[in-house]
Structures are given as structure tokens and as C-alpha cells.
């Protein structure tokens, strides 16, 4: 039960909830649109996500309603399915949302990539620019990324009607709409894109596709249809549906408990509330709901403080259409299709590019994007988790191995996860260094396998027996020594050694003998090793004094 204080209501959350749902009905139709579905369905989902998952979500200012992440799934499901099977999809796909959240998993749909997510976003929005440029030019989206490609070119130099000038419009204002005033910012720039577009396609009697929405908005003619065979692919896009709008929601959940010092999103309850809501708005025809983010950041900015404002801006939405519908019926496709363009170019967000470049996640982003635009998400998808799989095993079986000359002896340093894996560039390093000479072995190592540790103690003997010395130094856990002295040990934490130490906590660092000495000379050296050397020049420009 939603318990709201009259003076909050009032007072921050109804104008927040006007200003979302400005923001709201221009983006609900242009989903629609750009998903293949009546336009009425985007409309009905925006009315859904801000009254049952403003009520019975997790996240206080989440707002929830149709989202760009899920128009090329939901454009391939109905171009496959029908519209009335893919109502009963998005129902079955809320009902797997209610399981999970009840499941107690939320958080679990966390651990994916942040790579494949903005790289799924990002092919989702390249996707949809591809196909809705041909509608702002005056043409028709094709019914793939490949072939809107292979068509753009042509498109661009044919001759382009009034639908091109209402489609540019709405992007420049778009463009434009950051740069002016604060006071004039204050107005959506969705909206008044979208109503410029409106008033000048109207002014000067342009002819122009425009918005359908059906006689009586209210009337619920559509029940969810269950598919007459082809039941593996009817489960599958449940299951696509379910998990890509269980991730977004999460998602968005997350980030806006980052805008503000409320109370922190549950998000158990969050996955419940939006599998409820898509149940309803499957069953009266509308399409998938998820929390949005755009919706979510403007409900925040405005100055909502409870979810209230989420559910009174689907209660205006609902007004809107029953009142104005016939105003909504003279909205251009073409300015509809510029807002698109819009929306998914901003999905492809430099600033996420910038951020798995620097993690060297790039090639997991640049896969997931290609996939989903050549092929279709699911593909895109799937191919970066793999390629995410692989670099991570990749990393967590790194082992670095070089030797260097000191005078008239000799350093060899390993570190990382020393594997049989590694055994041949082992012995081919090993294997470099002349007889008879004083070695030093340090191994830095995370884990040492029995295959790696025959082949260190075969090279020590060999090594010695032709009149030379070797002396080994462990930083961190004896591996080497343990499995001399034919002893190994366990720490009391460790359930697994293969983890890599620098996942582990702190305390998985230390030498399992518990020797205060040994522990403080592991860590000092440690620290001497790999921390100093990045603290440096930094300590080194702070020792005549600190600017500013």
C-alpha cells in the first residue's frame, strides 16, 4: 500500500510528475513507432509503468514506461509473431519477472558486463537511426540494420518531400534545445520539438502521414493470443524480454539511487513491480514496460521526493489521451521519427565508450554493437558475453615471466597464475640463463599448479648441479615452499586458490603462518613492488607543498 504525504504530493511531486509526463507522451509514440506496434500500445504502457510500477516498484523515483532498449527485439518479435501473440509474450515475460524478483535474484542480473550493456544500448540506438533516417527523409525503414544501410545512400540523394523538412526540424531543435536559456529549458525539449513540428506541418497544410490512434482509445478490443505452434521461439522471446527489461530496470534503479539521498531501491521488489506491470499492460495491449532512465533523471531533476510523481504522471497520460487524442492525431510520423533518431544517437554515450576503453573492455563493446546491428540482439549479445568470458579467463590466467641481468647474477621475476599453461614459456625463459651463475628467483604469484612447480624445481636442480645458485623469494603465500617441504597449507578463508589475489580481500594476502615479521616484510615489499612505483611522481610534486 503507497502511503504519501499530502504536503510532499503537492508540493515537489506534482509539478515533477507534470514535467515527466511531457517528456513521456512524445517518447511513448515514437517507441511505438519505431517498434512496429500501434501507436496506441506506447501510450498505454506509459499509463501502466507510472501507475503499477510507481506503486509497486522498489525504486521511489524510478519512472517506467516503453524504452528504446527494447524496440529491436519488440520490432522482430511482432514482425515474427503478430501483435496479439507478442501481448501475450510481454504478459508471460512479466510473469518470469515476478518469479525473479520474488527469487530474491535482483542483483544477480548486476554481474553482466557494464561493456555488453552500453554496447547492446549502443547497437540498439545505431539500429534505430539506420531505420528511422529513411522515414525522416520521406522514405520507409527497411526490415533490417543491413538493408537500412545499404538503402541509405540512395535515400539521401533522392528527392525529399515535406516529411524531410518536419523530420530535420525535430532534430535541429533537439540539437539546439541544451544551448538556450534556462528559462526556455524549463519546457521539455521533446515536447516542444515535437509540437514545433506540429504547428508548422499544420501552418503551412503540409501533407503528411501523421499519428493513428483508434476510435475509441479505451476500448480494449485486443485479448493476448497464445501462438497456434513454434513454441521453443514463443519461450525464447519470453525469456529475451523478460531478462533485457529486467537488466534496464535494474539498471536504471541503480543509477538513480546515485541522483539522490532518499531511501535505496529495493530492487527484489523493483523486478516484481515491473513484471506486474507488463503483465497488465500485455493484457490491455501495450507494450513492454521497463524503468527508463530519461524519465527516471527528469523526475529526479524536477524535484520529486516520493512515487507519487511516477504515478501521477501516468494518470495525466491517461487524461491526455482520453481528452486530446484528436491533438495527438495530428503529430507527424516524421517528427516522431526525428525524435528517434534523436534517442538512439544518444544511446551511443562517448563517455561509456571512454570508460570500457580504459578497462580494455573495448573489443566486448565493439562485438555486442556489432552483433545487434548485423544480426539481431539476442546474437549481439550472446557474442559479447562470450568474448567477455574469454578475456576474463584470459586476465585471470595471466602470468608475467622476465629475466634480467644484475652485474654477474642473474633476476628472474614471475608473477600472476603460474599454470601449466604457462610451462613453456617458463622453460624457454629459464632456459636462456648460462650455467654456473647466482640466480634469483621471486615469484609474485597468485597460484603455482603442481605442473609449474615440477618445472621450477627440475630447472633449480639442473641449475645448481652445473655450479650455480639459486635463491628463491615468495612474496605473499610459500607456494614454492609449501610444495618443497610437501605441505601445503590452506589460509582459513581460502574455499578456492584458483581465485586470482587481487580479488581477494586483503586478508588473503597474508602469509598463512601467521608470523607478524614475515606478514609486515610480505606487505612492505609488496607495497615496494607495485604500489610505489605509481605513487612516485605523485608524492614527488606534493613534497615542496600541495597546489591548490
Not at 501483435?83 to 501475450?88: E, I, P, R
Not at 548486476?110 to 545505431?126: C, E, F, K, R, T
Not at 515535437?194 to 506541418?201: E, Y
Not at 491526455?320 to 544511446?347: C, D, M, N, R, T
Amino acid at each position: 500500500m503507497v502511503i504519501m504525504r499530502p504536503l510532499a504530493v503537492l508540493r515537489h511531486d506534482l509539478p515533477a510528475s507534470l514535467v515527466v509526463f511531457l517528456v513521456a507522451v512524445p517518447l511513448s509514440l515514437g517507441i511505438a513507432l519505431a517498434s512496429g506496434a500501434p501507436v496506441a500500445a506506447g501510450l498505454v504502457a506509459a499509463v501502466v509503468g507510472g501507475v503499477v510500477a510507481g506503486a509497486l516498484g522498489g525504486s521511489a523515483l524510478q519512472v517506467s514506461g516503453p524504452a528504446a532498449g527494447l524496440t529491436v527485439v519488440m520490432a522482430e518479435t511482432i514482425q515474427t509473431f503478430g501483435w496479439a501473440v507478442t501481448c501475450a509474450i510481454t504478459v508471460a515475460a512479466g510473469a518470469c519477472q515476478i518469479l525473479l524478483g520474488l527469487s530474491r535474484i535482483a542483483r544477480a542480473a548486476l554481474a553482466i558486463s557494464p561493456a555488453i550493456v552500453h554496447g547492446m544500448l549502443a547497437g540498439i540506438g545505431v539500429t534505430i537511426v539506420l531505420g528511422q533516417l529513411h522515414v525522416v527523409l520521406g522514405g520507409k525503414a527497411q526490415s533490417s540494420a543491413v538493408q537500412n544501410i545499404a538503402e541509405l545512400p540512395g535515400q539521401i540523394v533522392a528527392h525529399h518531400d515535406s516529411a524531410a523538412i518536419v523530420g530535420l526540424l525535430t532534430i535541429a531543435i533537439l540539437l539546439l534545445w541544451p544551448k538556450l536559456p534556462a528559462a526556455v529549458r524549463k519546457v521539455p525539449g521533446p515536447l516542444a520539438a515535437i509540437a514545433a513540428a506540429t504547428v508548422v506541418s499544420v501552418a503551412f497544410g503540409m501533407t503528411l502521414p501523421r499519428v493513428e490512434l483508434p476510435g475509441d482509445v479505451l476500448d480494449i478490443g485486443l485479448v493476448p493470443r497464445l501462438p497456434d505452434g513454434g513454441w521453443g521461439a514463443f519461450a525464447l522471446a519470453v525469456v529475451t524480454i523478460a531478462l533485457i527489461a529486467s537488466v534496464e530496470s535494474l539498471l536504471s534503479a541503480v543509477a538513480v539511487d546515485k541522483m539522490h539521498t532518499g531511501r535505496r531501491a529495493n530492487l527484489d521488489r523493483e523486478l516484481a513491480g515491473q513484471g506486474a506491470a507488463n503483465m497488465l499492460s500485455g493484457a490491455l495491449g501495450g507494450l513492454p514496460v521497463t524503468g527508463v532512465i530519461v524519465r527516471s533523471s527528469t523526475n529526479v531533476t524536477a524535484g520529486a521526493k516520493t512515487r507519487a510523481s511516477a504515478v501521477l504522471h501516468g494518470v495525466w497520460v491517461l487524461l491526455f489521451v482520453v481528452l486530446l487524442a484528436g491533438l495527438i492525431q495530428s503529430i507527424p510520423l516524421a517528427a516522431l521519427a526525428g525524435l528517434l533518431v534523436h534517442v538512439g544517437a544518444k544511446l551511443v554515450n562517448p563517455g561509456h565508450i571512454k570508460t570500457v576503453l580504459a578497462h580494455g573492455d573495448l573489443p566486448v563493446y565493439l562485438l555486442t554493437l556489432a552483433g545487434v546491428v548485423v544480426f539481431d540482439l539476442l546474437t549481439g549479445v550472446l557474442a559479447g558475453i562470450g568474448l567477455a568470458l574469454v578475456l576474463m579467463l584470459r586476465r585471470s590466467l595471466w602470468s608475467g615471466i622476465h629475466v634480467e641481468r644484475e652485474g654477474d647474477a642473474w633476476r628472474v621475476v614471475v608473477e600472476g597464475v603460474l599454470t601449466f599453461l604457462a610451462v613453456p614459456r617458463l622453460s624457454k625463459v629459464l632456459g636462456t640463463i648460462p650455467s654456473g651463475v647466482p640466480v634469483r628467483l621471486e615469484l609474485v604469484v597468485d597460484y603455482l599448479d603442481h605442473a609449474a612447480f615440477e618445472s621450477l624445481t627440475t630447472w633449480q636442480q639442473a641449475h645448481e648441479r652445473a655450479g650455480g645458485t639459486v635463491e628463491v623469494d615468495e612474496v605473499g603465500h610459500p607456494w614454492f615452499g609449501e610444495g618443497k617441504a610437501g605441505r601445503p597449507t590452506r589460509s582459513r578463508l581460502h574455499a578456492s586458490r584458483a581465485v586470482p589475489r587481487w580479488l581477494a580481500p586483503w586478508s588473503e594476502w597474508q602469509a598463512t603462518e601467521g608470523i607478524p615479521t614475515q606478514q609486515t616484510r610480505n606487505g612492505a615489499t609488496e607495497f615496494h613492488r607495485r604500489t610505489a612505483p605509481l605513487l612516485k611522481n605523485t608524492l614527488s610534486g606534493l613534497a615542496d607543498g600541495q597546489r591548490p
